[in-house]
């Protein structure tokens, strides 16, 4: 069966980068994409951006523009996403889901970042 | 304005029927866009619930419905139970191809 199992908590301190790590199995990697979205305590969800499993091609939001890289490796079929200058308001459950017909059908346990001095 | 907007919070008795709105901006998600569903409980999660307007994934309960018509989508939960008591969200993506969520609604079962 399809899996993304995501990465542990993370507490880092403001100006900081995270990179939390997505490992996928149970599905040809290459043939889907994964997106990452993220909540805020008590907020909703947040679309962050997405990268091709065939060719690494991404899609990001225009807010994390220049603050956010997404990236995969096929051969061990896990996609990352690095968060970096973090801020306070960065603290979330940060999801990665894999897309079925255009939807997110299968989701990621999340990880929590906590940005605190 | 928000591009997907939502209502709060709907509520209702087991076993009646409640409907969440999802209205979209056209002028950034497009004249033609199916739109997707989430329930999500606390501290997991969300699941998919329903896809491409009005299909839902295997294991979905039937009770659970969605509808599109114009630049609103609806999801409807017929035959309300406890269990159901959850936030939902609705999706969809910009003329971009960026994937947007709705505010949430939270659903009371009374």
């Known amino acids: 069966q399809v899996q993304l199992v995501q990465s542990g908590p993370e507490v880092k301190k403001p100006g900081a980068s995270v990179r939390v790590s997505c490992t996928t199995s149970?599905?040809?990697?290459?043939?889907?994409?994964i997106s990452w979205v993220r909540q805020a305590p008590g907020q909703g969800l947040e679309w962050m951006g997405w990268i091709s499993g065939y060719n690494g091609n991404t899609k990001y939001t225009e807010k994390f523009q220049g603050r956010l890289t997404l990236t995969t490796d096929a051969s061990t079929t896990t996609a990352f996403m690095e968060l970096r200058s973090l801020r306070s308001d960065d603290t979330a459950i940060y999801f990665c889901a894999r897309s079925t017909a255009a939807a997110l059908g299968y989701w990621g346990q999340g990880t929590l970042v906590t940005v605190s001095s | 304005q928000s591009v997907l907007t939502q209502p709060p919070s709907v509520s209702g008795a087991p076993g009646q029927t409640v409907i969440i709105s999802c209205t979209a901006n056209?002028?950034?998600?497009?004249?033609?866009?199916?739109m997707h569903w989430y329930q999500q409980f606390p501290g997991t999660a969300p699941k998919l619930l329903i896809y491409?307007?009005?299909n839902r994934p295997s294991g979905v309960p039937g009770r659970f419905s969605g509808s599109k018509s114009g630049t609103s989508a609806s999801l409807a939960i017929t035959g309300l139970q406890a269990e159901d008591e959850a936030d939902y969200y609705c999706q969809s993506y910009d003329r971009s191809l960026r994937a947007l969520f709705g505010s949430g609604t939270k659903v009371t079962v009374l």
């Open positions: 056209s002028s950034i998600i497009g004249a033609t866009f199916d």
């Open positions: 149970g599905y040809t990697f290459t043939n889907f994409g």
């Open positions: 491409g307007n009005t």
